[in-house]
């Protein structure tokens, strides 16, 4: 097997191990529990063991932990902007989500962790957010706090060659609904479109306002 047969092979599999660890996260209870029933993509309620505390570097240059950035409900997403095209594409999707819930009276926060410890300075990721959204944080931090904050939301990367300053970067491309209070609510695949994400987050935001039964969602932070 050559070289880029290795890689491909690794990239697939980690996106295998990437969505059977959030499916092994989440676990269903019956729906009459939960009232955020009607706004996930599986039947029932589901708690999931992701998400949690993190200690970063914001593109500000300050530190900055977990509770600091997600004040609101958050779209978090793991990627590098380097990224050729992924990373771009993704974000500029959750971007226009935000926008569409901002219509709908929603203030939610876009997150960008970068995994790039190396490249993504807190200039570059100003850069990068910037051209994103104004509402979007972006994160950085060491490579022990970008590592821990990973494993946290049970995601994925692998430098391809570290040491190159043209290197690629594998992850995870899942976006996270998160929120404050109540941690992971769902979570996006890159197939969603903006309009598909700002539904069922707004579905979830709807049913947070809505007095009813205590929503039965895991707290990751």
Known sequence: MNVSSKTAALAATAAV??????SA???????????????RKGTGSASAQIGGPFTLVSETGVPVTDRDVIAR?????FGYTYCPDVCPIDS???????DLLAERGHEVTPVFISV???RDTPPVLTEFT???SPKMIGLTGTPEQIDAAVRAYRAYY???NPGDPATLVDHSTQTYLMDPKLGFLDFYDRDATPEMVAESVGCFLDALQTPGENP???NGN
């Open 25 to 39: 996260a989440v676990s269903f209870l019956p729906a009459q529990t939960d009232r955020f029933a009607q706004c």
């Open 158 to 160: 692998l430098i391809r």
């Open 130 to 132: 910037d051209l994103m």
């Open 73 to 77: 409900p958050s779209l978090v997403y």
């Open 216 to 218: 039965a969602a895991g």
């Open 116 to 118: 790039d410890a190396a």
């Open 17 to 22: 191990v990437v969505v059977v660890g959030i």
């Open 92 to 98: 500029t999707r959750n971007a226009a989500a935000v």
